[in-house]
């Protein structure tokens, strides 16, 4: 089931569980909206046309928020003068959530909850910089998982300290294989010089 209705100078089509913006509209976050100015009706028994209202029709709403719409330039200019002038403004608007639609013959509620929630809420929630309430459980959980992250830091400890213990030992074996190596070398050398001298006094 749909609905036409006129608002702020605007006709919306809305249904049950639509959220609409329109023109600023009095009343606080969560207050209850009725428009009687309902211009069409359609629905299973068929569309039924105002003329210029359908009598004994209206819908309900919910007032999500009142903020401020999306800025707009101004800018004006006089060619040949050097007059140039550029201004911003940002209409008030309501955003509201259909929340049922009622005429003679049939009607249509809608079964949700509307949340009430700006629009700079649910940025920020999806940003994840928002803290939600349902974050809040899983903290009490998280004690045990510091238990385990201790445990094993205290089992990789010792296994730090083995591995120190055992670097110096290996340094001294490299070091007596170097200085064992150095004598070989140098007894090879020796004879080599001496043949050298043989054959000069041959």
């Known amino acids: 089931?749909?609905?036409?209705?006129?608002?702020?100078g605007k006709q919306y089509r809305v249904q049950p569980g639509d959220v609409i913006v329109v023109e600023k509209l009095d009343g606080d976050a969560g207050a209850d909206i009725k428009f009687d100015d309902v211009l069409m009706l359609g629905?299973?028994?068929?569309?039924?046309?105002?003329?210029?209202?359908?009598?004994?029709?209206?819908?309900?709403a919910s007032l999500v928020e009142t903020r401020k719409g999306e800025k707009i330039k101004v800018f004006k200019k006089i060619r040949r003068q050097g007059y140039?002038?550029?201004n911003g403004h940002r209409q008030m608007e309501s955003v509201l959530r259909i929340?049922?639609?009622s005429g003679k013959d049939e009607s249509a509620k809608w079964d949700g909850k509307a949340?009430?929630?700006?629009?700079?809420?649910?940025?920020a929630r999806a940003r994840g910089l928002a803290p939600r309430v349902e974050a809040e459980a899983p903290t009490a959980k998280a004690k045990p998982a510091?238990?385990?992250?201790?445990?094993?830091?205290?089992?990789?400890?010792?296994?730090?300290?083995?591995?120190?213990a055992a670097a110096p030992k290996t340094a001294k074996a490299d070091?007596?294989?170097?200085?064992?190596?150095?004598?070989?070398?140098?007894?090879?050398?020796a004879p080599a010089k001496k043949a050298d001298k043989a054959g000069d006094d041959a």
């Open 1 to 8: 089931m749909y609905a036409v209705i006129k608002t702020g």
């Open 43 to 60: 629905g299973d028994k068929g569309v039924t046309l105002g003329a210029p209202l359908v009598a004994g029709a209206s819908v309900a």
């Open 84 to 86: 140039r002038r550029t």
């Open 99 to 101: 929340t049922g639609i």
């Open 115 to 123: 949340e009430t929630l700006t629009l700079a809420e649910k940025n």
């Open 146 to 164: 510091a238990r385990t992250e201790v445990a094993e830091t205290e089992t990789k400890a010792p296994k730090a300290e083995a591995k120190k």
């Open 175 to 189: 070091t007596a294989e170097k200085k064992s190596a150095a004598p070989k070398t140098e007894g090879k050398k």
